[in-house]
């Protein structure tokens, strides 16, 4: 089974931006639908973003919904996550993780592989 590596977190003021990256460590059969999910101290883990098999569906929590973009590699072992106008709530161990279900209103995502190290983010006031 595939091994997902989060990298791209750092420390950054509020207002300012980071980009995110997930890659598999090992080779893959096909391309999966993605998420990723953050959890902050104290705080279970939650869904921030996902998408589909070919990038032609997104689905976003209302925290980050237009200000988060999920996106995919031009191969299907990659997805990025582009954070624009972060906030201090936004502070937390980001992952990514293939899922089961992509997630709808209402619905959460379904994660389906095993969990990585994470990427610290921390957003300073």
């Known amino acids: 089974q595939a091994q997902w590596v989060e990298s791209g977190g750092g420390v950054v003021q509020a207002g300012g931006s980071l980009r995110l990256s997930c890659v598999a460590s090992g080779r893959i059969e096909k391309a999966y639908a993605m998420g990723w999910f953050r959890q902050a101290p104290g705080k279970e883990r939650e869904f921030v973003a996902t998408?589909?098999?070919?990038?032609?569906?997104?689905y976003y929590a209302s925290s980050v919904k237009g200000r988060f973009t999920i996106s995919r590699g031009n191969t299907e072992d990659t997805i990025y996550l582009q954070m624009d106008s972060l906030k201090p709530e936004d502070t937390a161990v980001y992952y990514c993780?293939?899922?089961?279900?992509?997630?709808?209103?209402?619905?959460?995502?379904?994660?389906?592989?095993?969990w990585g190290q994470g990427t610290q983010v921390t957003v300073s006031s």
């Open positions: 993780n293939r899922l089961l279900t992509l997630g709808v209103p209402g619905i959460p995502p379904t994660p389906g592989g095993s």
């Open positions: 998408i589909n098999w070919n990038g032609g569906t997104t």
